[in-house]
């Protein structure tokens, strides 16, 4: 039996997931909840083989959670269901870990077979996604995309360089950097772009 816990914050999505997915003989959805950190702490208790997981959620994002899985379940499978075709969220997940990132839009059948062959060890990724990410890929570097993504967050330079232990000199170098790679005049610019793309 495969048990399956689901997190997804739109309820009337949960719960059609885990009726269907409940009717295949061979599944068992052991935890339905609605926020990325209750997810985290549901699986630390019940252990499932499979969590799937929307990606935008309150509390903690999907991405965020297969990071946590990964130390705290590393034997969970953590797949990514999403109605975002950003293929930064695709880059990111499979650098996070996850295990299979599909679209909403996928029949229920697909899904199934799909968590099967994640259970049997292999990585199921959608073929429009992967298309759109071999496509489109993030110029930024590991530094460059924190840097933009607590610049998200409202942090000014100021507090940037403190969380980051950088100088303020360095952060404004890092702005200006990321400014440019994504042919932008402003950091609210590059961060509107940076979000639209999914790579912070």
Not at 20 to 40: C, P
Not at 45 to 60: F, H, R, T, W
Not at 104 to 131: C, F, N, T, W, Y
Request: charged share 25%; hydrophobic share 45%.
């Amino acid at each position: 039996m495969i048990r399956i816990l689901i997190a997804e914050d739109q309820a009337m999505v949960r719960g059609a997931l885990a009726t269907l997915l409940d009717l295949e003989d061979d599944f068992e959805v052991i935890a339905s909840v609605g926020n990325g950190l209750e997810a985290v702490e549901r699986a630390k208790v019940l252990l499932p083989d499979v969590a799937l997981l929307d990606i935008e959620m309150p509390k903690m994002s999907g991405l965020e959670v297969v990071e946590k899985l990964r130390s705290a379940v590393p034997s969970c499978r953590c797949v990514l269901v999403t109605t975002f075709a950003r293929p930064g969220y695709m880059q990111r997940a499979i650098k996070a870990g996850a295990r299979g990132y599909l679209l909403k839009d996928a029949q229920v059948e697909e899904l199934a077979a799909a968590i099967r062959r994640i259970v049997a060890g292999d990585r199921v990724m959608s073929p429009e996604l992967m298309m759109a990410a071999m496509e489109c890929t993030n110029p930024l570097t590991d530094r460059e995309s924190e840097v933009l993504r607590l610049a998200a967050q409202g942090m000014t330079t100021r507090e940037l360089a403190r969380t980051l232990c950088l100088s303020e000199g360095t952060v404004r170098n890092y702005l200006s950097e990321t400014m440019s790679k994504l042919s932008t005049n402003s950091r609210q610019e590059a961060i509107k772009t940076a979000e639209s793309q999914g790579w912070i």
